[in-house]
């Protein structure tokens, strides 16, 4: 398989009582993104990796979404969505493996009623991390 290369576009984080956060960097380990709220509680949900493409999709469905309203973590210019399960992705000094294609949750209709359906396959795609460190907004993605 041919390496895709991108970067690091946004990152953010889950807050309790506060929804999403922006952040310069994420620290990552094996229960997934420190300081968020859904660290150690499931490490194949962990880490939600969503590309540019999937707010174009939105874009070009009349659907005005803001970076972060579909969940990820990490934001890349680079579409990991043709990924399968035990695939490998490298993000500055991190390594993450790929668990599934993220699932539909009501929480995207929220933004709009039609886009659970329009993203039902371009949402983004779980991971969780085979070596932990720090990812910062550039950070070169290797696919």
Known sequence: MVS?????QKLFISVKDKGRESKEELHL????????????KNSSRAILLTSLDSYKIAQENGIE??????????LMDVNPYHLTIGDKVTIGEVILEITHNCTLCKSLAKVDAKLPEILK???????KTLKSGIVKIGDKIII
């Not at 895709?4 to 690091?8: D, F």
């Not at 997934?32 to 709220?37: N, P």
């Open 65 to 74: 979404a803001e970076f972060s309203s579909l969940g990820e973590n990490i």
């Open 29 to 40: 380990d094996e229960n997934g993104v420190v300081d968020d709220k859904f660290y150690a």
């Open 4 to 8: 895709k290369i991108g970067t690091v």
């Open 121 to 127: 396959n371009d949402r983004g795609i779980f991971a």
